[in-house]
């Protein structure tokens, strides 16, 4: 029987993802449309600017525009797909690195799909990368390498969840003995988010040491390829 795995891969390979998504910048330009499209193939997600009359209507760029060299892409090997706490329609992409893009889609089922769909092909390359691995180890101890990698991952994105909870419970706290500003939740709040992304720097750093031992790897575990502007 097929599972679940390889039935979303073979569909992101038979009907490529692709579609209009909000790429969250910087603190000055906020949130700006982009057109995204995953190659399961490579393990890519790239995104090109919109044609401006389409923005908000899930329009493909022109032809000419897909034809040019993306304004950025997400390798997306190693990484960790995850929704927000903070609405129905965010999500965000931690990357092998420990770099991170925030992306809003139009609403909630269109965030399913595109959470299901990149998990699919992150889970897929991230598993052929560590089974490449040129290790002397024997396939017994790699593949038990690999899932340990799998679950790793799989345990910082619950870490990022409880994180973003315990964030959102210090914002909306209704308590006469503590509000959102008292010294010990603020310094309990920068702790947890500063222990979340020392969590991400390490498994970056493992991530980078398994390429290291793998020459022959065509694919570097670069997190964001910039393209002249994002």
């Not at 959470?115 to 002397?136: F, Q």
């Amino acid at each position: 029987m097929e599972s679940n795995l390889n039935r979303m891969i073979n569909q992101t390979l038979r009907h490529p993802l692709s579609g209009q998504l909000s790429k969250y910048t910087n603190v000055m330009k906020g949130w700006q449309y982009r057109w995204f499209t995953v190659d399961a193939k490579t393990g890519f997600l790239s995104y090109y600017l919109c044609d401006s009359s389409a923005v908000g209507d899930d329009i493909a760029p022109s032809p000419h525009v897909l034809a040019n060299t993306p304004r950025g892409q997400v390798q997306l090997a190693g990484a960790v797909v995850y929704p927000s706490d903070e609405d129905s329609r965010t999500f965000s992409i931690a990357c092998a690195s420990g770099d991170t893009v925030k992306l809003r889609a139009n609403d909630a089922r269109a965030r399913q799909e595109w959470v299901d769909g990149l998990r699919a092909v992150v889970e897929s390359h991230t598993k052929a990368m560590d089974i490449s691995n040129s290790s002397p180890l024997p396939a017994r101890e790699l593949l038990a390498a690999s899932d340990a990698m799998v679950s790793a991952r799989q345990a910082l994105f619950l870490t990022e969840q409880c994180n973003a909870s315990l964030a959102r419970a210090i914002e909306n706290i209704d308590c006469a003995s503590f509000s959102p500003t008292d010294p010990d939740l603020l310094l309990l709040k920068a702790i947890s988010t500063a222990s979340t992304q020392c969590l991400h720097q390490c498994l970056g750093l493992l991530q980078r040491h398994q390429e290291i031992n793998q020459p022959s790897a065509e694919i570097t575990p670069t997190s964001i390829i910039p393209v002249t502007y994002q």
